[in-house]
């Protein structure tokens, strides 16, 4: 992308995103990118793009793009940010499942306690197929909504279960309408043994280390606290 499509953010150039493929690039160039304003200025999507097409009268614009740039950069989608939910591009997936999971495959980490029960009770029956939309799984999991989504986001931000992509309504002549269902996969049935092998390339500190370092690289006013905060699971 080109200078002229850049906005000046504090001490820094940021991407302005006016089409699917600004949205490829800003994802590939940044690593991560949180949908809604996060932690660190500048770094969101929202910040980012261009306000026609936030809401463009004539259809959902930057809403309706999220499985096309899954596809398109090979990475992923979830609510990997704090809580909420953002791209990872292909080149920063495996480092952050990797100090997310600090080392532990599903097993372990539940059996040393670090799963909730609903946690495990989702993922199980992601095991059976690899990948299901929300409303199969909490029809399945017999949650409540808020227990669902509490186990659901706790599984993406502990870096076992990401979106691959998302369900919608068409209408009569193909075109998407409404608000896409999410799907769930879980992120070595997504993308194949490749990915756990580049797992495991990765100690949690390496890991860490290489996130941060790419986040200063790309927004040097950056303080350490919010760059820690951004990458770390909260529980």
């Given at each position: 992308?080109?200078?002229?499509?850049?906005?000046?953010?504090?001490?820094?150039?940021?991407?302005?995103?006016?089409?699917?493929?600004?949205?490829?690039?800003?994802?590939?160039?940044?690593?991560?990118?949180?949908?809604?304003?996060?932690?660190?200025?500048?770094?969101?999507?929202?910040?980012?793009?261009?306000?026609?097409?936030?809401?463009?009268?004539?259809?959902?614009?930057?809403?309706?793009?999220?499985?096309?740039?899954?596809?398109?950069?090979?990475?992923?989608?979830?609510?990997?940010?704090?809580?909420?939910?953002?791209?990872v591009s292909a080149e920063m997936m495996a480092p952050l499942l990797a100090y997310r999971r600090d080392g532990y495959d599903f097993e372990g980490?539940?059996?040393?306690?670090?799963?909730?029960?609903?946690?495990?009770?989702?993922?199980?029956?992601?095991?059976?197929?690899?990948?299901e939309t929300s409303t199969f799984l909490k029809a399945k999991s017999n949650m409540s909504e808020s227990s669902f989504n509490e186990a659901i986001?706790?599984?993406?931000?502990?870096?076992?279960?990401?979106?691959?992509?998302?369900?919608?309504?068409?209408?009569?002549?193909?075109?998407?309408?409404?608000?896409?269902?999410?799907?769930?996969?879980?992120?070595?049935?997504?993308?194949?043994?490749?990915?756990?092998?580049?797992?495991?390339?990765?100690?949690?500190?390496?890991?860490?280390?290489?996130?941060?370092?790419?986040?200063?690289?790309?927004?040097?006013?950056?303080?350490?606290?919010?760059?820690?905060?951004?990458?770390?699971?909260?529980?």
């Amino acid at each position: 992308m080109s200078i002229i499509n850049r906005k000046h953010f504090a001490c820094y150039y940021i991407f302005m995103i006016c089409t699917l493929e600004d949205l490829r690039d800003a994802i590939n160039e940044y690593g991560f990118l949180p949908f809604f304003r996060s932690v660190i200025p500048g770094l969101s999507l929202e910040e980012m793009v261009d306000r026609s097409i936030w809401f463009p009268p004539d259809g959902m614009g930057v809403w309706d793009w999220k499985t096309d740039a899954i596809e398109m950069t090979g990475g992923t989608y979830g609510k990997f940010f704090c809580r909420a939910p953002g791209f990872v591009s292909a080149e920063m997936m495996a480092p952050l499942l990797a100090y997310r999971r600090d080392g532990y495959d599903f097993e372990g980490f539940s059996n040393d306690g670090h799963a909730k029960r609903n946690e495990i009770r989702v993922y199980s029956i992601l095991e059976e197929t690899g990948s299901e939309t929300s409303t199969f799984l909490k029809a399945k999991s017999n949650m409540s909504e808020s227990s669902f989504n509490e186990a659901i986001t706790g599984l993406q931000m502990k870096g076992f279960v990401v979106i691959s992509g998302f369900d919608y309504r068409l209408t009569k002549d193909g075109r998407k309408y409404g608000w896409g269902i999410s799907r769930y996969a879980i992120p070595e049935a997504f993308f194949g043994e490749e990915l756990e092998r580049k797992i495991d390339e990765y100690t949690p500190e390496d890991a860490l280390s290489l996130m941060k370092n790419h986040l200063r690289k790309h927004f040097p006013g950056a303080d350490e606290r919010s760059i820690d905060l951004f990458l770390t699971v909260r529980k």
